[in-house]
């Protein structure tokens, strides 16, 4: 039976695998969204699964992601396990003919997010990848002040993103540049309107050596823009900002330009100052609004409507781990490196 377009009886159907503290962002947010059900949900974690599917009212809890993707009542899956466990899970997916968002990095090699952009399409399905700063408003006004011609071409790009010490106790698990940078990659690649030719970039590990704390990526496009990445894990605690990004574009008629280290409301009390962030993903009055539950929006209507996405590029996502690898070799290399094809 053909299904009815979407706002009249039926909901996009959507399945969760990971449930961490991202995942579980995912949840809130696909909860809030009237026109979704959230069928099912996976967790290695039995206890938190179970926690978690009893509190949002999911019927369904798995420990085993076979057991999720084996159902044919799921539109959409939402991948946000560990980073290098992506690809068996959406292969699986998409296997089954599920539409499915795999949380960035879209793989940690590139072999592997090649694969599953080519078994995408061999299967008619639509595969997304989770850079969801296309659909925060101070980058997406920027493309759209880029793409009107308002700032012309793209020269030049500077990118930063600054997260708390602390954080990097989590996230050393995976190379800085799949855990920062792969979000300012995405967002050159997309403004500059090309592919990468070169790189240079430089690693420096400050409190452990197990993978760069800080980390300056320089990158030259096909189409002469050149951008300057600049990622870090150095903001202490006690400064009370979890994000400390900021953008520079110049362009051939114009320049954009924004940093949120300030610009957010600040929180003072006896533990000392906090500032909240709600551009990406905040919770009120039991509902969740920013860039994750637009960008969920934009998924789950181009799955209720048979559109192909044109808003967000896997392919970009590949090309970005190319160049991600690219990074990771002249780090290693002290040389300039080129992305491979």
């Not at 989770?130 to 308002?150: K, M, Q, T, V």
Request: some cysteine; proline content about 3%.
């Amino acid at each position: 039976m053909e299904k009815e377009p979407w706002g009249m009886t039926n909901k996009v159907r959507v399945g969760i695998i990971g449930l961490g503290s991202w995942g579980s962002c995912h949840l809130e947010a696909f909860h809030s969204m009237p026109q979704v059900e959230v069928v099912a949900l996976c967790d290695r974690n039995e206890e938190r699964v179970r926690q978690l599917a009893e509190t949002y009212g999911v019927a369904h809890a798995y420990t085993r992601s076979e057991e999720l993707l084996d159902r044919s009542d799921i539109d959409v899956v939402s991948i946000a396990t560990f980073e290098h466990e992506h690809f068996g899970p959406a292969a699986h997916a998409i296997r089954t003919g599920k539409h499915v968002l795999v949380e960035k990095p879209v793989s940690t090699k590139l072999e592997e997010a090649a694969a599953l952009a080519k078994l995408a399409e061999e299967n008619g399905t639509f595969l997304f990848a989770g850079h969801l700063l296309r659909f925060e408003p101070r980058y997406a006004d920027i493309y759209e002040a880029i793409r009107s011609d308002r700032l012309g071409a793209p020269q030049s790009m500077y990118l930063k993103r600054g997260r708390t010490k602390g954080m990097f106790q989590t996230y050393k698990r995976t190379h800085t540049v799949y855990e920062l940078t792969v979000h300012d990659l995405d967002i050159a690649i997309w403004y500059a309107g090309s592919r990468v030719k070169s790189v240079k970039a430089y690693g420096r590990a400050v409190h452990d050596d197990t993978v760069p704390d800080i980390l300056w990526s320089c990158l030259e496009f096909e189409n002469g823009t050149v951008a300057v990445l600049h990622s870090n894990w150095m903001t202490p605690d006690a400064a009370g900002f979890v994000m400390n990004d900021a953008v520079e574009i110049i362009g051939t008629k114009g320049t954009a330009q924004f940093a949120n280290n300030g610009s957010n409301v600040q929180l003072w009390d006896e533990r000392g100052r906090t500032s909240p962030d709600y551009f990406i993903h905040h919770s009120l009055n039991g509902s969740a609004f920013g860039a994750l539950r637009e960008q969920l929006t934009y998924i789950c209507n181009c799955v209720a409507g048979g559109s192909k996405p044109t808003y967000t590029s896997f392919a970009d996502a590949v090309h970005g781990i190319a160049v991600a690898e690219a990074i990771i070799r002249s780090c290693a290399s002290g040389k300039e490196e080129r992305p491979q094809a």
